[in-house]
């Protein structure tokens, strides 16, 4: 399917407008924030917290008087560096399992197979856990255990569609003409799975985000000087008996992120080759790790 | 029992699949449908079973003796479909539930009309399968559909179709999915018991030799209109429309004969 | 039948192998002298030759590795670096508590995705069945730990039915007041995993929809809801089985939230704790607890649902 009609396609569809639209306005705040916001981010304020909304704090104040709304902008920055990056991980480790285990000769298909069969079921949370016990939490913490819990996932669900893709006659026809194997797999294999890996791409990041909100609330993510929102969140459980209705900022935020990756996901997935679209489940058929 | 469609118009997705087709078939008789794929003749059958896609939209009539079926919802319609109106799908491999006995579910249309006990729907259901010519037809009913070959399982398909003893049936390429030498055998056992049992018979199929052997009337569809219809022999030997004469040779190219 | 539970059992004893490779690896993996990291600033040179040898780091990492694992396999997790009590007790102790968390999530989550997704599925057209599967869509979005906090601030503050955070300290012996403990955390839990199992279910029931043989058996003489629950729906349950054993992975990251976030004393929030203290130890043991849990489960799962699906069975049995 041509790449113009394809992308109207997906902006075309209201979800997909809806994901698309509200990822532009992450992004806008993401690239502005880092230099300005409406007040400082982490200016506190001890006289002035617990503020309700107002025209001067559009969120409220929180605990140490500090802007909700600009702090919450802020934390967006991070949030995209974290979803891009994780996704980038995911991305390369996926594609990198995949192609060994379906373009390499049968022993090493097999062992990349069982490999990838066990690491499938280890939750993200752990691995995120064993690497904070070693080298201390931060978010570089976050990527790497988002990164290769997703990729692991990408290269279970893609290496079946690579295989099919690797038996089709033009691919064939590439390989009797003596094309090598690398250009076989960057000219005709990897444009075809493609469309695959935009929808995990989508789902991958989805997945980081709330990755990174979980674990910068247990206190292993984004350290104090960084703002995120899953800190906050961290941050205002505290005083959850006295100011319930605080936390809905952030965890409105990430909530609208992670649904606007979904639905993207779903948008191009269905926009894109009609192969993807849900088959008849079959046992074989399981969906993707949830952090 | 006799059908009689009239001025049957079938729109799928805003497309047009049936176009203001008539037929009837009067009790007793056999007619075929014949056209090439997407010419509307599934969409016939589906239409009268009342089991067309949500998104189907239906104008015209389908009578039932004097029962109008267009504007049926689905909990009228469900009663009359086993009891008095059989189908037999193309796809044996697909049509059965992979995770239910053949017994069971060659029974099932008696459960749903006569609410009779499992034994007794057990004893029916072998019966039945001998009927069609099943192998160890009691060891059979315990077994799974992926346990059969192709050409069983489209017998426990016809078997499930008659047992309600309906007095039309439907069938939609019932042979179209199995290998060659199973074909004849399964459009004779067709042949057979439609003629004892005086069923009222509509008989789809693409292969104007598979037609030959089952039906003396047919139809012709092309692209949802009725374009010929009349006598078998008359349609392979003076087709009128062209579409007829394009199956006419299709057929000729088929390996077997009818003796 | 037999040798398909061998075949698995086999790749179930590999995966932990594999698993406490990679966890005592990663874990070893400090920078720096891992003994005088645990020590801190504050550790004398002769208490940190002391956990030099605890930790064995004398000797080869090969011979470490194998002394740990050998341990495993005699159900021996060593000693806490921080307290010198034994991890297994420990982990024993904690379980009570995350097990039956865990099996009351993933309840809830069933009582809720399956059925909801079903209905999802059979009113695909209309407002209710849309209003469904968007509300999956925005739950599986939600944060657990904001899921968490809504329900504390909503039930236990606005209107006070259960309690917020902690365990009774005399744990299962008052069983009433154990459960009313959990509630909440479980609920927490068993929404986000729930709406998982949601959208799941709903796919999987708009295929059984199509199925050739669903509109097989409405032609038997039913209507097509009924033929879609009488014949597409145990094959739906039967998917829904096959992919238990991955929610089981979703239920043990939620566990680690839901008892930080609860106070809960489980196994998750001792392993947050211990992270934090680097003892090493004790994580090495709790990490390898948690996956040991969800490879068997997963094993279990398949072992299951390959025994109930007929196609599995062998020809002519």
Known sequence: MRRGSWLRAVVGSPTGAFGVGWLALVAVAAVASPFWTPLDPFATDPYAAWAPPSTEHLFGTDSVGRDVFSYVARASTTTALVALASGATALVVGVLLAVLGSLTPRWARDSVAVLIDVLVAFPTILIAMALAAAFGGSLGVVVIAAGTGYGVNIARVSRAEIRRVGREDYVLAARAAGVGALGVVTRHVLPNVAPLFAVQLSLAMATSILAEAGLSFLGYGASAETASWGRLLSDLQKFIGVHPWSIVWPGAAITLTVLAFNLLGDAVRDAGDPRLRPRAATPADRPGVVS | MSLSIDDLHVDLGGRPVIEGVSLSIGDGERLGLIGESGSGKSMTLLAVLGLLPDAATVRGSIRLDDRELVGLSDRDHAPLRGAEIGVVFQDPRTSLDPIRTIGSQIAEPLRLHEGIGRREARARAIEAAAEVGLPDPAGIVDRYPHQLSGGQRQRVVIATALIARPRLLLADEPTTALDVSTQAEVLDLFRRLVDERGTSLLFVTHDLAVLRRVVDHAAVLSAGRLVEQGPVRELLTRPAHPVTRGLVAASEATTWRTT | ?317
């Not at chain 3, 720096?32 to 600033?41: L, R």
């Open chain 3, 1 to 317: 039948m037999i040798r398909f539970t061998a075949g698995r059992l086999v790749l179930f004893a590999l995966g932990l192998v594999v698993a406490s490779v990679l966890i005592f690896a990663t874990l070893r993996l400090l920078p720096g002298d891992v003994a005088q990291v645990i020590a801190g600033t504050t550790g004398s040179p002769a208490q940190v030759a002391a956990l030099r040898t605890e930790l064995g780091l004398d000797r080869s990492i090969v011979s470490q590795y194998l002394d740990w694992a050998g341990g495993l396999l005699r159900l021996d997790l060593g000693r806490s670096l921080v307290t010198g009590t034994p991890v297994g007790d420990e982990i024993a102790d904690k379980l009570a508590v995350t097990l039956p968390l865990a099996g009351l999530s993933l309840v809830i989550g069933l009582l809720i995705g399956v059925p909801l997704g079903v209905l999802a599925a059979l009113r695909r057209r209309r407002p209710l069945g849309t209003a469904v599967s968007v509300g999956a869509q925005v739950l599986a979005a939600v944060p657990a730990v904001w899921a968490g906090m809504l329900l504390i601030a909503l039930v236990a503050v606005t209107l006070r039915w259960l309690p917020t955070q902690g365990f009774p300290i005399d744990g299962w012996s008052d069983p009433a007041a154990a459960l009313r403990s959990l509630v909440l955390p479980a609920v927490t839990i068993g929404l986000v995993e729930g709406a998982v199992l949601l959208r799941f279910t709903r796919s999987a029931a708009l295929g059984a929809l199509d199925a050739d043989y669903v509109r097989a058996a409405a032609a038997k003489g039913m209507t097509r809801d009924r033929a879609l629950v009488r014949h597409g729906l145990p094959n739906v349950m039967l998917s829904v089985v096959s992919v238990l054993g991955i929610q089981v992975a979703g239920l043990v990251v939620g566990a680690v939230l839901v008892e930080q976030l609860f106070s809960l004393p489980g196994v998750g929030r001792m392993l947050v704790a211990d992270v934090g203290r680097r003892d090493l130890t004790k994580v090495q043991g709790e990490l390898m607890t948690l996956t040991a849990i969800v490879l068997a489960v997963g094993f279990v799962v398949d072992v299951v649902h390959r025994s109930v699906d007929p196609r599995s069975r062998e020809r002519g049995e």
